[in-house]
């Protein structure tokens, strides 16, 4: 069974940078497409980014630009780097196998964007 530990949120003004991190307890991170998903109260989780195994790179339009997506294989980790954060970034956000339902979800950590 797969375990995902997601950290590095936290409370960053407007511009501001965060990186997340994703540690599995498995080498899932580097064996599957994995990806970086968000949810705000009330609406759906979405994806935000994605990396297949063999390092493709995909980003929501939303993000394009500001966040990047990275790997550690080695330390089974998953990163994301977020740069000129906006309020409408605010989010719990979560790493997870694609497609979803494969693997169970993790805690997720809090971001939140404001001033």
């Known amino acids: 069974q797969v375990h995902l530990v997601e950290s590095g949120g936290g409370l960053v003004q407007p511009g501001g940078s965060l990186r997340l991190s994703c540690e599995a307890s498995t080498t899932v991170v580097r064996l599957y497409t994995m990806g970086w998903y968000r949810q705000t109260p009330g609406k759906q989780r979405e994806l935000v980014a994605d990396?297949?195994?063999?390092?493709?790179?995909d980003y929501a339009d939303f993000v394009k630009g500001r966040f990047t997506l990275s790997r550690d294989n080695a330390n089974h980790t998953l990163y994301l780097q977020m740069n000129s954060l906006k309020p409408e970034d605010t989010a719990v956000y979560y790493c997870n196998r694609l497609p979803v339902g494969l693997s169970p979800w993790g805690q997720g950590t809090q971001v939140t964007v404001s001033s």
């Open positions: 990396i297949s195994p063999g390092g493709g790179i």
